[in-house]
Protein backbone atom coordinates (compact mmCIF):
# COMPACT_ATOMS: atom_id res chain seq x y z
CA UNK A 1 0.00 0.00 0.00
CA UNK A 2 1.32 3.22 -1.04
CA UNK A 3 1.90 5.91 1.50
CA UNK A 4 0.09 9.15 1.04
CA UNK A 5 2.68 12.36 0.86
CA UNK A 6 2.69 14.59 3.77
CA UNK A 7 1.70 18.11 2.91
CA UNK A 8 4.46 20.49 3.63
CA UNK A 9 3.77 23.61 5.89
CA UNK A 10 4.22 26.81 4.67
CA UNK A 11 6.31 29.15 7.08
CA UNK A 12 4.40 32.28 7.96
CA UNK A 13 6.15 35.30 6.36
CA UNK A 14 7.62 37.29 9.11
CA UNK A 15 6.00 40.68 10.06
CA UNK A 16 8.06 42.96 8.09
CA UNK A 17 7.57 45.64 11.50
CA UNK A 18 8.58 42.75 13.68
CA UNK A 19 11.67 41.79 11.39
CA UNK A 20 13.42 44.68 11.58
CA UNK A 21 16.55 45.60 13.93
CA UNK A 22 16.28 47.72 16.05
CA UNK A 23 18.98 49.61 14.71
CA UNK A 24 16.54 50.05 11.77
CA UNK A 25 13.53 51.30 13.89
CA UNK A 26 15.21 54.19 15.40
CA UNK A 27 16.24 54.78 12.08
CA UNK A 28 12.66 54.88 11.10
CA UNK A 29 11.43 56.89 14.34
CA UNK A 30 14.27 59.63 13.54
CA UNK A 31 13.09 59.88 9.90
CA UNK A 32 9.69 60.35 11.29
CA UNK A 33 10.47 62.55 14.20
CA UNK A 34 12.54 64.68 11.48
CA UNK A 35 9.62 64.83 9.24
CA UNK A 36 7.01 66.24 11.90
CA UNK A 37 10.08 68.57 13.06
CA UNK A 38 9.68 69.77 9.70
CA UNK A 39 6.33 70.58 9.23
CA UNK A 40 6.18 72.46 12.84
CA UNK A 41 9.25 74.51 11.65
CA UNK A 42 7.53 74.88 7.96
CA UNK A 43 4.15 76.57 9.81
CA UNK A 44 5.87 78.02 12.50
CA UNK A 45 7.50 80.28 10.04
CA UNK A 46 4.77 81.18 8.18
CA UNK A 47 3.26 81.93 11.47
CA UNK A 48 5.82 84.45 12.00
CA UNK A 49 6.04 85.11 8.81
CA UNK A 50 2.39 86.46 8.57
CA UNK A 51 2.29 88.15 11.57
CA UNK A 52 3.75 91.24 9.55
CA UNK A 53 3.37 90.00 6.03
CA UNK A 54 -0.33 89.61 4.47
CA UNK A 55 -1.21 85.86 3.48
CA UNK A 56 -1.32 85.15 -0.49
CA UNK A 57 -4.07 83.55 -1.71
CA UNK A 58 -5.23 80.38 0.40
CA UNK A 59 -6.30 76.57 -0.49
CA UNK A 60 -10.20 77.72 -0.35
CA UNK A 61 -9.88 80.42 -2.60
CA UNK A 62 -7.55 78.65 -4.89
CA UNK A 63 -10.36 76.11 -5.06
CA UNK A 64 -12.79 78.63 -5.32
CA UNK A 65 -11.20 80.62 -8.31
CA UNK A 66 -11.04 77.36 -10.63
CA UNK A 67 -14.33 76.60 -9.80
CA UNK A 68 -15.58 80.43 -10.70
CA UNK A 69 -13.04 81.12 -12.96
CA UNK A 70 -11.49 84.15 -10.68
CA UNK A 71 -12.77 85.81 -7.29
CA UNK A 72 -13.04 89.53 -6.03
CA UNK A 73 -11.10 90.46 -3.66
CA UNK A 74 -9.01 93.04 -2.61
CA UNK A 75 -6.56 93.54 0.45
CA UNK A 76 -7.09 96.73 3.16
CA UNK A 77 -5.36 97.40 6.44
CA UNK A 78 -6.94 97.63 9.67
CA UNK A 79 -6.60 101.52 9.63
CA UNK A 80 -8.31 101.41 6.05
CA UNK A 81 -11.87 99.45 7.64
CA UNK A 82 -14.22 101.62 9.84
CA UNK A 83 -14.12 100.51 13.28
CA UNK A 84 -17.51 99.63 13.65
CA UNK A 85 -17.08 96.58 10.75
CA UNK A 86 -14.53 95.34 13.28
CA UNK A 87 -16.63 95.60 16.47
CA UNK A 88 -20.28 93.89 14.27
CA UNK A 89 -18.01 90.87 13.40
CA UNK A 90 -17.24 90.67 17.13
CA UNK A 91 -20.58 90.91 17.92
CA UNK A 92 -21.56 88.17 15.12
CA UNK A 93 -18.72 85.74 15.33
CA UNK A 94 -16.96 85.84 18.86
CA UNK A 95 -17.98 88.56 21.53
CA UNK A 96 -15.33 87.71 23.91
CA UNK A 97 -12.62 88.28 21.19
CA UNK A 98 -10.65 89.95 23.63
CA UNK A 99 -11.00 88.22 26.56
CA UNK A 100 -9.68 84.64 25.35
CA UNK A 101 -7.07 83.34 24.32
CA UNK A 102 -7.40 81.72 21.38
CA UNK A 103 -10.38 79.03 22.44
CA UNK A 104 -13.64 80.30 23.76
CA UNK A 105 -14.58 77.76 26.56
CA UNK A 106 -18.20 79.71 27.57
CA UNK A 107 -18.71 78.63 23.95
CA UNK A 108 -17.26 75.64 23.56
CA UNK A 109 -19.15 74.09 27.04
CA UNK A 110 -22.76 75.40 25.50
CA UNK A 111 -21.90 73.78 22.14
CA UNK A 112 -21.47 70.56 24.17
CA UNK A 113 -24.81 71.22 26.31
CA UNK A 114 -26.60 71.53 22.74
CA UNK A 115 -25.50 68.46 21.35
CA UNK A 116 -23.06 69.80 18.61
CA UNK A 117 -25.44 72.08 16.88
CA UNK A 118 -23.97 75.31 17.63
CA UNK A 119 -20.66 76.81 16.65
CA UNK A 120 -17.62 77.32 19.30
CA UNK A 121 -14.81 78.52 16.57
CA UNK A 122 -13.33 81.16 17.36
CA UNK A 123 -12.24 84.14 15.19
CA UNK A 124 -8.94 82.97 15.62
CA UNK A 125 -9.74 79.19 14.88
CA UNK A 126 -11.50 80.84 11.69
CA UNK A 127 -8.40 82.64 10.89
CA UNK A 128 -6.24 79.51 11.01
CA UNK A 129 -8.37 77.68 9.10
CA UNK A 130 -8.66 80.35 6.31
CA UNK A 131 -4.83 81.21 6.06
CA UNK A 132 -2.84 77.63 7.46
CA UNK A 133 -5.38 75.12 6.81
CA UNK A 134 -8.09 73.51 4.90
CA UNK A 135 -12.31 73.80 4.39
CA UNK A 136 -13.81 70.23 6.24
CA UNK A 137 -14.34 68.28 9.44
CA UNK A 138 -11.16 66.15 9.66
CA UNK A 139 -9.88 65.31 12.82
CA UNK A 140 -6.02 66.09 11.27
CA UNK A 141 -7.49 69.54 10.52
CA UNK A 142 -8.98 70.14 13.87
CA UNK A 143 -5.93 68.69 15.68
CA UNK A 144 -3.83 71.23 13.58
CA UNK A 145 -6.13 74.12 14.21
CA UNK A 146 -5.75 73.04 17.98
CA UNK A 147 -1.78 73.35 17.88
CA UNK A 148 -1.48 76.52 15.23
CA UNK A 149 -4.72 78.52 17.27
CA UNK A 150 -2.57 79.34 20.12
CA UNK A 151 0.80 79.86 18.15
CA UNK A 152 -1.17 82.77 16.38
CA UNK A 153 -2.57 84.61 19.54
CA UNK A 154 1.22 83.98 21.46
CA UNK A 155 2.56 85.87 18.62
CA UNK A 156 0.13 87.71 16.54
CA UNK A 157 -1.36 90.94 18.12
CA UNK A 158 -5.79 90.71 18.23
CA UNK A 159 -5.57 93.54 15.71
CA UNK A 160 -3.91 91.47 13.55
CA UNK A 161 -5.64 88.70 13.99
CA UNK A 162 -9.04 90.66 13.50
CA UNK A 163 -7.05 92.33 10.14
CA UNK A 164 -6.24 89.10 8.49
CA UNK A 165 -9.93 88.22 9.31
CA UNK A 166 -11.62 90.84 8.02
CA UNK A 167 -9.52 90.35 5.12
CA UNK A 168 -9.51 86.51 4.25
CA UNK A 169 -13.84 86.30 5.17
CA UNK A 170 -16.19 85.51 2.37
CA UNK A 171 -18.82 87.11 2.29
CA UNK A 172 -20.80 86.05 -1.04
CA UNK A 173 -19.83 83.53 -3.41
CA UNK A 174 -15.85 84.34 -4.85
CA UNK A 175 -16.33 87.61 -2.61
CA UNK A 176 -13.53 87.87 -0.20
CA UNK A 177 -12.41 90.46 2.38
CA UNK A 178 -14.04 93.45 3.58
CA UNK A 179 -13.41 95.58 1.55
CA UNK A 180 -14.27 93.98 -2.02
CA UNK A 181 -17.74 93.16 0.13
CA UNK A 182 -18.31 96.78 0.60
CA UNK A 183 -17.78 97.49 -3.16
CA UNK A 184 -19.82 94.62 -4.71
CA UNK A 185 -22.82 94.76 -1.99
CA UNK A 186 -22.89 99.00 -1.30
CA UNK A 187 -20.53 100.44 -3.53
CA UNK A 188 -18.52 102.24 -0.79
CA UNK A 189 -15.00 101.65 0.55
CA UNK A 190 -14.38 99.52 4.07
CA UNK A 191 -13.69 103.09 5.93
CA UNK A 192 -17.03 104.33 4.61
CA UNK A 193 -19.19 101.63 5.85
CA UNK A 194 -21.87 102.29 8.36
CA UNK A 195 -23.05 100.83 10.99
CA UNK A 196 -25.77 99.22 9.59
CA UNK A 197 -23.75 97.87 6.68
CA UNK A 198 -21.03 96.65 8.95
CA UNK A 199 -23.75 94.97 10.65
CA UNK A 200 -25.63 93.42 7.15
CA UNK A 201 -21.91 92.48 5.89
CA UNK A 202 -21.08 90.38 9.23
CA UNK A 203 -24.88 89.17 9.41
CA UNK A 204 -24.12 86.86 6.29
CA UNK A 205 -21.47 85.28 7.98
CA UNK A 206 -20.73 82.08 8.21
CA UNK A 207 -23.27 81.32 5.49
CA UNK A 208 -22.38 83.92 2.49
CA UNK A 209 -23.17 81.79 0.07
CA UNK A 210 -26.95 81.09 1.68
CA UNK A 211 -27.21 84.89 2.78
CA UNK A 212 -27.38 88.60 1.25
CA UNK A 213 -26.32 92.10 2.70
CA UNK A 214 -27.70 93.80 -0.29
CA UNK A 215 -31.19 91.24 -0.49
CA UNK A 216 -31.64 89.94 2.90
CA UNK A 217 -33.96 87.88 4.38
CA UNK A 218 -36.03 88.02 7.04
CA UNK A 219 -33.41 86.28 9.41
CA UNK A 220 -30.47 88.64 7.87
CA UNK A 221 -32.39 91.46 8.68
CA UNK A 222 -33.14 90.07 12.44
CA UNK A 223 -29.37 88.79 12.98
CA UNK A 224 -28.42 92.72 11.57
CA UNK A 225 -30.49 94.34 14.35
CA UNK A 226 -29.01 92.10 16.97
CA UNK A 227 -25.54 92.73 15.86
CA UNK A 228 -26.15 96.46 15.88
CA UNK A 229 -26.78 96.19 19.48
CA UNK A 230 -23.81 93.96 20.17
CA UNK A 231 -21.58 96.20 18.75
CA UNK A 232 -22.51 99.04 20.66
CA UNK A 233 -22.47 97.35 24.05
CA UNK A 234 -19.01 95.88 22.77
CA UNK A 235 -17.93 99.33 22.50
CA UNK A 236 -19.73 100.60 25.62
CA UNK A 237 -18.28 97.68 28.00
CA UNK A 238 -14.89 97.64 26.54
CA UNK A 239 -14.63 94.75 24.64
CA UNK A 240 -13.15 96.61 21.99
CA UNK A 241 -9.88 97.92 23.70
CA UNK A 242 -7.89 94.77 22.19
CA UNK A 243 -8.31 95.90 18.74
CA UNK A 244 -9.06 99.63 18.82
CA UNK A 245 -6.65 102.26 17.97
Same mark, same amino acid.
Given at each position: ?????? *??? *???????????????????????????????????????? @??????? $?????????????????????????????????????????????????? !?? /??????????????????? $??????????????????? $????????????????? $?????????????????????????????????? !?? /????????? *???? !?????? @?????????????????????? !?????
Amino acid at each position: MASTPR *KSR *KTPAPDPVLALTPSRRRRILRLVLRGLAGVAGFFALLVLL @FSFVNPP $VNIYQVQESIRLGGLEREWVNFEDIAPVMGRSAVAAEDANFCLHWGFDLT !AI /RAAVAEGGNRGASTISQQV $VKNVFLWHGRTWLRKAMEG $VLTPAVELIWSKQRILE $VYLNVAEFDEGVFGVQAAARHYFNVDARNLTALQ !AA /RLAAVLPDP *KGRS !ASNPSN @FVRSRTRSIISGAETIAADGRD !ACFRD
